[in-house]
């Protein structure tokens, strides 16, 4: 069993930077997947980006490419996403999960285990 805790969000004006840390419990994380997913009101629920269970391949939709950044730290358990350039666009509920094979995905359904989600605002 994994439980995740994000923690990091919070209001930005557009062009700033936040950082997103995702904690999780459990001694199997190092061997998981990890990925970032977000929703924003009355969207579905989208791909963000993902890192192996060794951070040697990473991920990211086309629409944070080049301004996110995904990493992890096994040794204290944690997963991060730096989000740099942020746009209103960006606003939503970001949600940390865990998926129980080395190898992430960019799908909801391959992942496991989800945290309860930090809300991120940018305003313009």
């Known amino acids: 069993q994994v439980q995740l805790v994000e923690s990091g969000g919070g209001l930005v004006q557009a062009g700033g930077s936040l950082r997103l840390s995702c904690a999780a419990s459990?001694?199997?994380?190092?061997?998981?997947?990890m990925g970032w997913f977000r929703q924003a009101p009355g969207k579905e629920r989208e791909f963000v980006a993902a890192i192996s269970w060794s951070g040697g391949s990473t991920g990211y939709a086309d629409s944070v490419k080049g301004r996110f950044t995904i990493s992890r730290d096994n040794a204290k358990n944690t997963g991060s996403l730096q989000m740099n350039s942020l746009k209103p666009e960006d606003t939503a509920v970001y949600y940390c999960a865990a998926r129980t094979r080395p190898v992430y995905s960019s799908y909801m359904r391959d992942y496991d285990y989800w945290g309860q989600g930090t809300q991120v605002t940018v305003s313009s």
């Open positions: 459990g001694r199997t994380f190092s061997r998981y997947a």
